[in-house]
């Protein structure tokens, strides 16, 4: 995943000029993308702990460095100078497979970049020939075929935004999105995570199809029935809204949902994610740091306290994973950055940064994790980033001296 990053970061850029050399490397960076630790783009539901593992990995997707990601970006630029290579490669693109969530899971995936690539795809890489034969509108069904859950309906809803259609092209892939929408079996923390995004998309569409004098009966009746099943669904503990405008929508359309066809048949479960610092040892260090944060560090006693906590600091042995003492020892050093003193001692934890990243193995282990931490690290250090920078150049890990860069 650095590697593909670093790829599309040079030629969005513009610093390699050579269309065949660009070609390469983009097919160089499509193929080791789809080694990326992590298949798809994880984002935390509302009710997520903080200091999880799954709230630091749906921060580290924030940095798009997933396979699909990172490969429909790829395809993005390559679409700009080689459209034949960009749609062969986005056949071999792998759907990731989407299994059903339960109310423990705390992370649902993102695959609305397959969606979006599939559209550019449709749109620029298809010759006039093969357009007139209505080959992109198969593609696009095909395409469709694949949604599984509502996140990845409204992604292929919005996707069409940027398709020039002609109004029967429209109507057809209005029947075949109905299709699929009433084949889909969506758990509810899917659903409920999805259907505000889903409505806004049902309603363009609707509102296309009327601008084009095309019916919207079927749609209205799919998505009303749609709408039953998720809300009389099983539902969590931790429902965190579920479908106010919806069901408001659908009832100035169609007739109004009954109290019934809101009802869950029961509500069970919620977000299953274990807190980080739970240890006797690490509990002890958060009592240390919070007394030492609101110690005066005007006192003559703060050094001692600092160099104190210091000691235990480095002495301490988080409890898990290398990927989870490397979130806690990062997030506590990060919240050092906040209390120590410019000088001697803020110069000492920020070289201890510059080791907790070039050392851990955490680099290898989850590298969006490790970056996206490295870059929060960077963030805190504020007006010593210059020495945080130069702490990392002189670790001789490339990765540090290439991301950690302000604006990257």
Known sequence: ELFADTVVRLVESGRIPQRDLQVE???????????AKEPVRLIAVPSTPPDTRALYRARAGDLMLDALSLQSRILKQLVTVDRAKARELFDQMVHPAEAALTCEDPLLPDLS??????????QSTFTPAEKAQEVHIQFLVTVLSQ?????????????????????????????????????????????????DALQKEIDGLNSR???????TEA??????????????AARCNDSFGGAPDAVAWIGAHASPLTADETKPSKKDGVVKADPYFQS????????????????????????????DFVRDYSAWQPPGDEMDAFHERATVLRALLGVAAPGEDRDRIVEMCSALVASSGAEHQSPAEWLWQTKMLLEAAGADAAKMLASFRASGDPALAIYAGPGN
């Open 209 to 215: 199809a009327n601008s084009s004098h095309i019916g």
């Open 25 to 35: 490397l983009l097919d160089d960076a499509f193929h080791a993308a789809a080694g």
């Open 113 to 122: 970049p397959y969606y979006e690539i599939a559209a550019t795809i449709a």
């Open 147 to 195: 949604a599984k859950s509502p996140a990845e309906l409204a992604a292929f809803a919005r996707s069409l935004e940027s398709v020039e259609l002609k109004p029967e092209q429209f109507e057809l892939l209005l029947g075949a999105f109905s299709k699929t929408m009433e084949s889909m079996d969506a758990d509810f923390r899917s659903f409920e995570s999805s259907i």
């Open 219 to 232: 749609l209205i009746k799919t998505y009303r029935k749609f709408l039953v099943t998720g809300l009389t």
């Open 280 to 307: 006797a040892d690490s509990q002890q260090l958060g009592a240390e740091l919070r007394q030492l944060s609101s110690a005066n560090r005007s006192a003559p006693e703060f050094p001692g306290q600092f160099a």
